[in-house]
């Protein structure tokens, strides 16, 4: 990493407006350089080693700083992980809880109601949570395996497997 801000200034500022968010072009510009030809010239800078490792030691900063910035709030507002839970599950047995309908003025009117989708979303959260959801997305287009021979198809699997460094399941 390149802890060290760089010896030209301009060089400096670039790393800097892009780190913070800028585009290469614009950072480029802001930077003082010219903005005709900014596009290739910013691109060319980003080819630099030193200007790339520069601008990634400013993110790997500014990500440590965050990470701090928000462990430090969460210690201070007293969260945790159990008191999230915790929460979640009285949420669960409040919006199963059947509450009475009232009228206008307040009084009951004899009927109950629940709110069992904000008990469902609870639910969510907390099976999430315990991993117990797997999310599932499809991968190619519709129909690009249904012509594929079995070795075919195992050949992709084999390769997907090694893709995401794990093992499928057959």
């Known amino acids: 990493m390149h802890d060290i801000a ?37 691109a060319r800078l980003l080819k630099n080693a030193q200007i790339c490792e520069r601008i990634a030691s400013l993110r790997a900063i500014k990500e440590a700083q965050h990470a701090e910035s928000v462990r430090a709030t969460i210690e201070k507002a007293g969260l945790s992980k159990a008191w999230v839970l915790e929460q979640l599950m009285e949420n669960v047995a409040m919006a199963k809880a059947a509450e009475p309908v009232r ?21 969510e959260l907390l099976g999430s949570e315990i991993g117990m959801f797997i999310k599932k997305a499809e991968v190619g287009k519709p129909g690009e395996f249904a012509d594929l021979t079995e070795s075919e198809l195992d050949r992709q699997l084999a390769e997907t497997e090694k893709a995401i460094g794990g093992r499928a399941v057959h």
């Open 103 to 123: 009228d206008s003025e307040g009084n009951p009117t004899g009927e109950y109601k629940q709110n069992l989708g904000a008990a469902n979303k609870a639910l």
């Open 6 to 42: 760089l010896e030209n200034a301009k060089h400096e500022h670039f790393c800097q407006l892009n780190a913070n968010g800028e585009s290469a072009t614009q950072a480029y510009v802001l930077a003082g350089y010219s903005a005709k030809g900014a596009g290739p010239s910013a």
